[in-house]
């Protein structure tokens, strides 16, 4: 059960973030200025990275907390 929730809140995460990427990516390149393009391009991009890494630890304890339920 844990495992399933942490599933569908990685498969929301993943959608808000491609979204969001989407939906910016347009107004970054009306910019004039590549250097802050660039830089907040990377900074989404790293923030995209952390929100991926923080749904696979959420999918480890919903594993462990399925494991441990059961005993």
């Known amino acids: 059960m844990f495992t399933t929730i942490s599933f569908a809140m990685l498969a929301f995460i993943a959608w808000i973030a491609h ?3 989407k939906t910016e990516r347009r107004f970054y390149d009306l910019g004039s200025d590549h250097n802050i ?6 900074i989404r991009q790293d923030l995209k990275l952390v ?8 999918v480890m304890l919903g594993i462990l ?3 441990l339920s059961q005993h």
Request: proline share 0%; no cysteine.
């Open 37 to 42: 393009r660039d830089v907040t391009l990377h």
């Open 51 to 58: 929100a991926f890494l923080l749904a696979g630890i959420l």
């Open 19 to 21: 979204s969001g990427n």
């Open 65 to 67: 907390g399925d494991i």
